[in-house]
Nanobody, 129 residues
Framework: QLQLVESGGGLVQPGGSLRLSCAAS????????VGWFRQVPGKEREGASC????????FYEEPVKGRFTISRDNAKDTVYLHMNSLRPEDSAVYYC??????????????????????WGQGAEVTVSS
């Protein structure tokens, strides 16, 4: 069974950068998409970005487009979320989640949040001066 562990959260000033990591272990031989989601206390969780089986298959929600970059290193079974030009409104707990792909070419944005069936524990990101 696949397991996910996030790391890299922390406190950063507005305009700064952070890199989140999502390390997978267990059944990593299957093709799976990974999504990054975020949640502010008292608000619904929202999607930020997702990646399919390769770095050429990515998707970004509008609030993070142009500032965040998702990538994966399949040799290390790790997906990264590079966050630049951070804003206070980016403060949230960030979760990575995985879903097994229907095929290696399936676009990750085809999957809804409630279809992701493996979740990490979350990493807190605080953007504040």
């Amino acid at each position: 069974q696949l397991q996910l562990v996030e790391s890299g959260g922390g406190l950063v000033q507005p305009g700064g950068s952070l890199r989140l990591s999502c390390a997978a272990s267990g059944s990593t031989e299957d093709y799976y998409a990974v999504g990054w989601f975020r949640q502010v206390p008292g608000k619904e969780r929202e999607g930020a970005s997702c990646i399919g089986n390769s770095n050429t298959s990515t998707f970004y929600e509008e609030p993070v487009k142009g500032r965040f970059t998702i990538s994966r290193d399949n040799a290390k079974d790790t997906v990264y979320l590079h966050m630049n030009s951070l804003r206070p409104e980016d403060s949230a707990v960030y979760y990575c989640a995985a879903i097994m792909l229907d095929s290696v070419l399936t676009y990750c944005a085809n999957y809804a949040e409630n279809q992701y069936n493996v979740w990490g524990q979350g990493a807190e990101v605080t953007v504040s001066s």
